[in-house]
């Protein structure tokens, strides 16, 4: 079935992917090889301190957010923000699908699923 819209929910353990229509949902969820590698500040070491961004886990991301025409990327913190980068340089036919970035905490898939189709409804309106 198409679906025209895709909202992602993305922290570094796991990326919820919520592909819907007016009546269908279709859900995926996308997890790092390496869940161990998340970003924390590490005192004592050389550089930032923070682990490397797993290039792998946000293409897998990207991927299953294909087909989509308009794609919405929440999270709590700041994977969501390196995903967007991420698909701006490597995933470039996602960027006009973007259609924005909000932070919302560690809802359900259906509280997900009830915020996208709120979000998309007002965005349509605006149209």
Do not use: C, N
């Amino acid at each position: 079935m198409s679906h025209h819209h895709a909202l992602v929910w993305i922290d570094h353990v796991q990326a919820h992917v919520i592909h819907f229509s007016p009546d269908d949902v279709e859900q995926f969820v996308v997890q790092p090889h390496h869940p161990h590698h998340k970003v924390h500040s590490t005192a004592g070491t050389l550089g930032d301190g923070r682990a490397p961004v797993d290039k792998d886990y946000f293409h897998r991301v990207a991927q299953a957010l294909l087909g989509a025409e308009e794609i919405l990327v929440v999270g709590p913190a700041q994977a969501k923000l390196q995903l967007v980068k991420h698909i701006h340089a490597h995933e470039v036919t996602l960027v006009p699908k973007l259609i924005g970035v909000e932070t919302v905490d560690h809802p359900s898939d259906a509280q997900l699923v009830a915020y996208a189709r709120k979000y998309f409804r007002a965005k349509d309106r605006m149209l």
